[in-house]
């Protein structure tokens, strides 16, 4: 059993930045994958960024590629999410995920996650 704890929201200007991190529970944090998707209003919850377990496979969706960086440390259990040059389309509220090593579902999909965090409001005001 692992539980996902996401810190970090906020509001921000646009081109501010925020880190937003995700502190999880359980001895087998270092062997899940772990990935950040978000939710904006009257939208479907959309894939952000992945790490694999041994901080490889690192991927972006294309609309945060070079703004933003996933890393993960595993011996403080912890994945984050550093989100520079923020725009208000990215305003959503922001979850992280984990993911056993088992899906048979892509990573970029919500049905591949074991656990998901309770999530945190990220507002980007132009």
């Known amino acids: 059993q692992v539980q996902l704890v996401e810190s970090g929201g906020g509001l921000v200007q646009a081109g501010g930045s925020l880190r937003l991190s995700c502190a999880a529970s359980g001895r087998t944090f270092s062997r899940y994958t772990m990935s950040w998707f978000r939710q904006a209003p009257r939208k479907e919850r959309e894939f952000v960024a992945t790490?694999?377990?041994?901080?490889?496979?690192?991927d972006y969706t294309d609309s945060v590629k070079g703004r933003f960086t996933i890393s993960k440390d595993n011996d403080k259990n912890t994945v984050y999410l550093q989100m520079n040059s923020l725009k208000p389309e990215d305003t959503a509220v922001y979850y992280c995920?984990?993911?056993?090593?088992?899906?048979?579902?892509?990573?970029?999909?919500?049905?591949?996650?074991?656990?998901w965090g309770q999530g945190t409001q990220v507002t980007v005001s132009s």
């Open positions: 995920a984990a993911e056993g090593g088992h899906s048979v579902y892509d990573l970029l999909s919500i049905y591949a996650y074991d656990y």
């Open positions: 790490i694999m377990w041994n901080g490889s496979g690192i």
